[in-house]
Nanobody, 115 residues
Framework: QVQLVESGGGLVQPGGSLRLSCAAS????????VGWYRQAPGNQRELVAT???????NYADSVKGRFTISRDNVKYTSYLQMNSLKPEDTAIYYC?????????WGQGTQVTVSS
């Protein structure tokens, strides 16, 4: 069983920054794509960004140029650097490894962007 623990969420003003972390408990992390997702109240979960085992990143159009996903395969940790945050970025952010349907999920971390 793989455990994922997200951290780094909080309350930030519009235009501010946060850095989320996702720490995995298993070396399985090294061999799989990491995905960051978010879910706002009343909305479906949406993909924010992914990074392959080799480091290739993809982003949702809504976050391109503002968010940066990265990973440290030694620490089994992924990061999501979020800059120029907007109120519409408010959501619970989750990380996933191993795929949406049969992979592993963290418990989520709340990000609130508000003045």
């Amino acid at each position: 069983q793989v455990q994922l623990v997200e951290s780094g969420g909080g309350l930030v003003q519009p235009g501010g920054s946060l850095r989320l972390s996702c720490a995995a408990s298993s070396s399985y992390f090294r061999f799989t794509t990491v995905g960051w997702y978010r879910q706002a109240p009343g909305n479906q979960r949406e993909l924010v960004a992914t990074i392959t085992r080799g480091g290739s990143a993809n982003y949702a159009d809504s976050v391109k140029g503002r968010f940066t996903i990265s990973r440290d395969n030694v620490k089994y940790t992924s990061y999501l650097q979020m800059n120029s945050l907007k109120p519409e970025d408010t959501a619970i952010y989750y990380c996933n490894i191993g795929g949406v349907d049969s992979g592993y999920w963290g418990q989520g971390t709340q990000v609130t962007v508000s003045s």
